[in-house]
């Protein structure tokens, strides 16, 4: 699961199960399918975003620190250029 979150109060903008991230060398490409209203919400706030992969055995966080966060409106596609990334592990009780 990919969340993305208002870095100030961690208000959610998006949740998705539909998403690619793509090594590119010092920097991880995210990419995932949304319309043009959660678009305009994310780009809003392109320069306070907390990106989190989740799953069953870690969370990962993700962080554009130069706000690279585009929206491809012919392919209805938001793709976020990060430039941080931090992994932890899930607790399990």
């Given at each position: 699961?990919l ?5 100030i ?9 539909l998403?690619?991230?793509v090594n ?14 959660t ?6 706030f ?35 250029l ?12």
């Amino acid at each position: 699961m990919l969340l993305i979150r208002h870095s100030i109060g961690s208000r959610l903008l998006c949740q998705t199960e539909l998403y690619t991230i793509v090594n590119k060398g010092e920097r991880w490409e995210i990419s995932l399918p949304v319309d043009e209203e959660t678009s305009s919400k994310i780009l809003n706030f392109k320069h306070e975003l907390n990106v989190f992969q989740v799953n069953e055995t870690e969370k990962t966080w993700y962080y554009s620190s130069d706000a690279q966060v585009n929206y491809q409106p012919n392919e209805k596609q938001l793709v976020i250029l990060a430039d941080h990334k931090t992994v932890y592990p899930t607790i399990t009780p």
